[in-house]
Structures are given as C-alpha cells and as structure tokens.
C-alpha cells in the first residue's frame, strides 16, 4: 500500500527520491517524506498531502547522496506530518520507512516507554525505529535483524543511520521489496516503477532476508546470516509506457489500451491448427489438466470479478464445476483441500496480501494454485505454482480496467484448452478463437461513442446512488460496473443480479435512483427486459447497455449504451468497457482525483 524507496549513489539523494516516490504515489498518497544523509547528520522533510507538496518543502540542491523515501497510505494514526514517514530514534541518527502494518506494536511500544523512549507519531512503524536504536552497537545490519525478529506483521523496511554513510539496510515479510542495479549506484524500492528510469536490473527480494547494499555491492542474508544467492532479473517494461502520454489521466489510457492489452494476452497462446490454447506457464501435462475436476479462482476486487465471468464459462463450455471467491475469505475459513481441484489466483499487482496469504494456505495444505497476474516478478508470480502473464502493460490508474479484460482473455484461453480436451469439437474451438480474436476491434468501436457516454454521465452524475443489474455471465461485469463508479466517483452504487432486486432491492427505486442494466443478446434476454420494465413501473431511471439494434431495450430505457453485436459468452468484453467510461465521465464531472481516488491505494499490501 505505502510506496519506499532508497537510493545509495553519486546523484543528489533528494532529487532520486521525489521522482521515485512520484511514480510510487500509487501506492498510497496521503502523505510523503524522505530522510537523506550528510555528513553524519540526517535531513529529514514529511508532509501531508501528495508528493508535489513535500517537493515544495525540500530545498533546491539539499545535499546528501544516500537517502530513504515514503508515500504512505495510512493504517495507525492519521494522516499529518508527524506521522508519515521516515521516522527517527530518539537520537535522530536512525531513520526508517515502512510498509505493512507491525500487529504487535501497542505491546512493543508500551515495553519501548518503559525504557525511556520518547515517540513522536501515533504510527506502528516509529517502534521499528526505536528497537534498532536498542540494538544498535555499531553494527546497524545486525540491529535490524534483530529488531525484525520481534516484529510480528508484515513490513517491507528500510533503515539507515547518519554515521554509515551510504548505507541502507532493507528487511521484508509481506511486503513487496526489490533491488535496482545501476553503474555505481543503487536502488531499492517496493516496486520496479521507482526504479526504471534508472535501470532494468533488478533483484527480488523473499520473506526474511535482508539486504545490506551501499552504492557499488549488495549482499543479502537470511535471519540466520547465512548468505542468499539472488538471481539478477530484467524489467520488461519501459518506461514510456508510465507515462500518461496525451491522455490527460492514467484510467482514460488505460481503458483505450485495452485494445491492444487484449491481443497481447493471446499472443504466442493460440494454436490455430488444433483450435486451442497452449498456456506453457500452468507447468501441467495435458494429463494433469484432464485429471482436474474443479476450479477455484481466488482474487479480490476487480480480478475477482474477471474470476467469477470466468467460473461462469468454465462450467458451461469446459463442464468443469468452478468457483470463485474472495481471497480474504479463503485463507481464514480453513479450505478443504481436494485432489483433483485446480486454483487459480487473480492477481493484477502479484501482491495483493489477502491473495498471496489465500494462496500460501491453500498450498500448504498441498493445493496447486496458478497465478495469472500483471506484473512481472511479483510476489504471487513467484510463489505460485505456475501461471501465466497478462502483459498488459504497466496499471497505474488505481482503478483497474485493462486488467480486468486481459485477466479474462487469459483465463478465457484456459477454458478453451479444457474444453478442448474435453467436449469441444474442432469447429467450435476454431469459433472461440475467432470470436477472442475479434474482441478488440469491438472495443475500439465502443470509444465512437464516447461523447454519447460523456453525456450520458452529464445527465446522471449528480444521482446519490446507483443501481447496475446483469444476469449470467454479466452478473459480474454489473458488480464491476458499480465498482468503478464508487472507487473513481464516489457515488455509491450496488451490482445485483437482475433476477434479484425483486427481492429486496427494489425497495430503493425512486425517481432519482437509476438503474443501469446490461442487457445481453441470448438466453436471459427477454428476462432482463421484464425486470427493466418493473423498475419502470416505479419510476425508476433505467440506462440500458444493449446490443446495437436492440429496439425493445432501447423503447423501454431512457437512456441506452451501445456494444456490437457478439457471441454471447464475449459479451462481458464489450459491457465492461462502457462502464469503466461511464464511471470516468462521472468522475471527471465531480471533479474527482479520477487516478488516485480518496483513501484507495493500488497495491493493497496489508490484510
Ligand atoms: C480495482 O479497481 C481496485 N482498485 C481493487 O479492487 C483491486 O482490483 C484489488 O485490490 C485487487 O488487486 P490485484 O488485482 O492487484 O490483486
């Protein structure tokens, strides 16, 4: 969730540090500081607010050439200046910055005031602080792991101290951390993005090490000082594609990315001749796959709703029963563990913490979990057991969109190859892949009617609370849809199935509650066109996204949304993507921070 960062080199510290910490805010972006070191003292800034405030409070040209850095998104204490990070011992010499959340700090805190230590900040992180500054007898590597075997929590953790110059210490368990290897100098960073402006070298930290690294050398040990050999890894990304180019917000880019996101999760992944999909990553001999007898994706968010479009098809075109279900439930209900049952984990950032403690259960009592995720390198990547990339390409809007249609498409060639394995005939396979392969050029006729869209948002924005109703496999697309409007506008809204606001959730129709109904062009149809007539007969507003042509739904509704015509079962495709444009235009109306909304972060490290 909070964003850090350190730099060991020859450039000035401060200036390293405020452009990683912009391309980490992310991350979180309640507030910000950075702590750099010169001779032998530390200069520390914080403030409130976004990283553009705490550049103004840094002065031009502060000297210091090693130096931590912090955007935080707030779990203990609230958001003021005291409390961002990095925080300092009582003899400001030590400096550190945390990511996770420390559960046992009340204790370690109380026995820390007991001894003389004077905190500053409501935080759970200042007790990391103070520990090393107990520890410390001149080695500051073995201060920190000594303080992190107290620490029960999840922490990814940068610390220094003014009299080691350009030394820092990195310790994580939970929380993402990697290395950046440049020409005589340094990075390490809760991600790769703080970083690749600088280099494409990077090594991945695991849980309990730490790392000790100073401009030119890094060296990493576990808690029991033996050293860990670490492989060197390359960013694929580039760097332009972070930038937000001539869009003017990083949602918007992102949404008109999918037409290019989409074909990228199937590049290399289709074989024509045979109709199927080849996905080398699930690491699982077509015997294997034929032995699987269920699926359960796990994911939180917008990726578990791509799951549960997903669970839909898997069960209708491969015959697989499937489920899918909030990682978050998962890991604390004691999952039975069969033989027989494949997991997958949906995951755009690869370290959603609820995901990976989901995922590390289910291995633990010996399920194999498959990880389709975004970024490359990323906790859940590297622990699962085998899994595909989505490509998609840097998501840095904290509203996912992209994500969710290329998670699909990926999983959506999964239950091509099952289904091909089992009842799907040649014919019917070649027909799927046409029918993918034609999704995003559907998408791209979507953004002709963007104005349209635009004024549809004009007209409703003002509403306080939304309704978005589907059925089938648009049941998600609806839970996703009303997603995007709170997250980026705020406007609360409810996704419900169409077939199930009768009992009870019609009971907020008014005329000032619209109801936005997907309305799909197969076997569900006639029915969702009834239950639009019953909001209706309340009064309610009813917004229709239907299929071009579609006369009843557009003689029924007050306002319509248009997709092309498709098969049904790529129907979720096109409806979503209406949806994430409508949630943009209404935010863009209120005048909402439509790229890092209120009190959400991208990453969402802590459980
Ligand atoms: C999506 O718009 C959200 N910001 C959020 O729900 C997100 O999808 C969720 O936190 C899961 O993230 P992940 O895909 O990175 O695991």
């Known amino acids: 969730m909070c964003g850090i960062i350190g730099y060991c080199g020859p450039r000035a510290a401060s ?18 500081g950075i702590s750099v070191g010169h001779n032998s003292s530390l200069k520390v800034f914080k403030k409130e607010g976004k990283i553009r405030v705490l550049r103004d409070a840094v002065p031009e040209g502060v000297d210091g050439q090693w130096g931590i850095g912090h955007t935080r998104w707030a779990t203990h204490g ?28 009340i204790a370690l805190k109380e026995k820390l005031i007991d001894e003389g230590h ?14 090393v500054e107990t520890f410390y007898e001149g080695d500051l590597e073995a201060a920190v792991k000594s303080t992190v075997s107290l620490l029960k929590g999840t922490y990814g953790i940068l610390v220094m101290h003014s009299d080691h110059q350009d030394l820092i210490i990195g310790a994580r368990n939970g929380s993402p951390m990697v290395l950046g290897l440049g020409d005589g100098e340094m990075f390490i960073a809760s991600d790769v993005s703080a970083m690749i402006a600088h280099t494409k070298q990077v090594v991945y930290f695991e849980d309990g090490e730490v790392v000790r690294l100073d401009r030119h050398a ?33 949602m918007l880019k992102e949404i008109h990315e999918q037409v290019v996101s989409i074909p990228r999760a199937m590049s290399g992944r289709i074989d024509e001749d045979q109709a199927t999909a080849v996905l080398g990553g699930l690491n699982m001999s077509e015997m294997e796959l034929l032995g699987v007898k269920r699926v359960m994706i796990i994911a939180a968010g917008t990726s578990y709703y791509a ?28 999952p039975i563990v069969e033989e027989g049952t494949l997991y997958f984990a949906l995951s755009q950032s690869g370290e959603t913490l609820d995901t990976l403690m989901a995922i590390r259960e289910l291995q633990r009592k010996g399920g194999r979990v498959l990880g389709i995720c975004n970024v490359v390198g990323s906790t859940i990547a590297r622990e699962s057991n085998g899994g595909v990339y989505i490509h998609s390409g840097p998501e840095i809007a904290v509203a996912s969109t992209k994500a969710f249609t290329s998670q699909m498409t990926a999983l959506y060639l999964f239950v091509l190859k099952m289904a091909r394995m089992r009842h799907m005939a040649w014919p019917e396979g070649k027909k799927f892949i046409e029918g993918l392969q034609s999704v995003p050029e559907k998408i791209s006729r979507i953004f002709e009617q963007e104005d349209h869209i635009k004024t549809l948002a004009k007209k409703y924005h003002e509403a306080e609370s939304f309704l978005f ?56 149809r006639d029915k969702v066109l009834s239950n639009m007539k019953e909001i209706k007969a309340r009064k309610g507003p009813v917004i229709a996204l239907c299929v071009e042509g579609d006369k009843d739904a557009t003689d029924i509704a007050d306002d319509v949304m248009y997709v092309p015509k498709s ?19 209404c935010a863009l109306e209120l005048g909402r921070d439509v790229d890092q909304p209120r009190n959400l972060a991208k990453s969402v490290t802590v459980e």
């Open 567 to 585: 098969e049904e079962i790529f129907h979720p495709f096109l409806s979503v993507v209406p949806l994430q444009l409508f949630a943009y235009h």
């Open 307 to 334: 799951g549960r479009v997903v669970a839909y098809l898997l069960e209708s075109l491969a015959r697989i029963p499937a489920v899918t279900e909030l990682a978050s439930e998962v890991r604390y209900r004691n």
């Open 218 to 250: 890094y060296s990493v040990t576990d808690m029991r000082n033996r050293p860990v050999d670490k492989k060197v890894d390359s960013i694929s990304w580039e760097l332009e594609e972070m930038e937000k180019g001539d869009y003017p917000f990083y």
């Open 15 to 32: 200036d390293v540090l405020l452009d990683g910490l912009k391309r980490l805010e992310y991350r979180g972006y309640d507030s910000a």
């Open 118 to 131: 004077a905190f500053k900040s409501d935080t759970d992180s200042e007790v990391i602080a103070h520990l």
């Open 78 to 105: 609230g958001v003021n200046d005291i409390n961002a990070h990095p925080h300092l011992d009582c003899t400001g010499k030590i400096a550190i910055c945390h990511n996770g959340i420390i559960e046992n700090y």
């Open 469 to 524: 109703l589907g059925r089938g496999l648009n049941y998600p697309v609806a839970l996703e849809g009303a997603l995007k409007l709170k997250e980026v506008a705020y406007i609360h809204a409810e996704g419900y199935s169409a077939a199930e606001i009768k009992h009870g959730p019609i009971a907020l129709i008014n005329e000032e509650t619209p109801s936005l109904f997907i309305v799909p062009d197969d076997h569900l």
